[in-house]
């Protein structure tokens, strides 16, 4: 196992999240002490609670660490994230941390500010650069449309080379817990890129529900997001991102998961047939 000895805690911000969970339990499973970054805290296990948006709970949530993920909520393209998270990483590198790996996304020249940021404040960084969320279809925002039949979005049907989160996870593992990672960069995405209609299919062969692709206007698509619950803001915001990066930019796959895991990343097909086997889409 890829696993330093001297590290001792790791703090996993998003800890409740599509990755952060993931990150955990790879962290249980191989015995790595790690402390869950949420708002609601854990006050039975002494775990303070953790706020992007309050600097007061910062200092509590770092002590005893020495590694951290940095997952920001809603996303690290939105305006004021750079700042927020250099100053949390700041903090971390003036506490001791010795590894950080930070989540962000490809093609989106804000979240690249933010990486450069955050680096110039801890140059041992390691950047989990990634491509649209496989996930995202069985855990994220997705969800609703696969069960509806519709996956709708405001641009083409361009092809996307979704990645496997349970390859980002076991990524971050190691770059926060082993040797080899620090100041790397990880372009993440899946071994080959499938259109929306593409990705539909296979979502539908894993499901046995037909699930296809409509372009909508960018009003319809928030108006969509918002009726699923999303607050209009972070509609606004994913609309405005999902136009951004779904433009062609990020049709080639990259080598992030070879070069960190020594094996190719996990294939579209794949992770639907593994989603659909744990329950996924069982409901609806
Ligand atoms: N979706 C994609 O395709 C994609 C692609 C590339 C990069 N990304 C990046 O992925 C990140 C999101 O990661 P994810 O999908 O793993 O997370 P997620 O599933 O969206 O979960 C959000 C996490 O953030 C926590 N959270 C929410 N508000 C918070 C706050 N004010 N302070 C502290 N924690 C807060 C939540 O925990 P509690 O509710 O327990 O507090 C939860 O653990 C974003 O930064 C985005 O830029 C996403």
Redesign the pocket.
Known sequence: MDTNSTTTRVLV????????RRITRLLSERGVDHRV????GHPETGTPR????APETWDAVLEGVDAVYL???????FPGAADIVSAFAAKAAATGVRRMAL????GEPE?ERAEQQVRSVFPGLTVLR????AQ?FS??FFVSAVLSGTLALPVADVPEPFVDLDDVAEIAVRALTGEGHAGELYELTGPRALTFTEAGKALASATGRPVEYLEVTRAEFVAGAAADGLPEEVAQGLAALVTEILDGRNVAPADGVERALGRPANGFEEYAAKAAEAGAWSRG
């Open positions: 911000t998003g800890g409740t999240g599509m990755t952060g970054g949420s708002r609601a953790f706020d992007w948006d997952c920001y909520h809603p996303d690290l393209a989540l962000s996304g490809r979240a990634c491509s649209f969320f995202n855990e994220g």
